[in-house]
Nanobody, 129 residues
């Protein structure tokens, strides 16, 4: 089992940048495909970005493509989300999640929250005008 803790959220002006980090303990992150989800008030949780267990494949939601970058550092047991050119609509609680299906290809990733077994507590990102 792995425990995930997010950090790096905060208040930023539109057009600014933030870097979210997800630190893991209990097991090495190299065992998991990793994703960032977000949930805005009154909305459903949505996928933001995913990186496969191997790190070879990534996926970005259309709304963040070209602005956000997901990366993993297995040596440091962390996954990060660099967020640039932030918009008001990026305001949400951001969650780090781990997919424990290591029997799947290391290049595989899922975009469904149902496939993620472990979740952090979330970190608030607020973008102001």
């Amino acid at each position: 089992q792995v425990q995930l803790v997010e950090s790096g959220g905060g208040l930023v002006q539109a057009g600014g940048s933030l870097r979210l980090s997800c630190a893991a303990s209990g097991r090495t992150l190299s065992s998991y495909a990793m994703a960032w989800f977000r949930q805005a008030p009154g909305k459903e949780r949505e996928i933001v970005a995913v990186v496969s267990r191997s790190g070879i494949n990534t996926y970005y939601a259309n709304s963040v493509k070209g602005r956000f970058t997901i990366s993993r550092d297995n040596a440091k047991n962390t996954v990060s989300l660099q967020m640039n050119s932030l918009k008001l609509e990026d305001t949400a609680v951001y969650y780090c999640a781990a997919d424990d299906r290591s029997y799947l290809s290391s290049a595989y990733y899922s975009r469904s929250s149902n496939d993620y077994d472990y979740w952090g507590q979330g970190t608030q990102v607020t973008v102001s005008s």
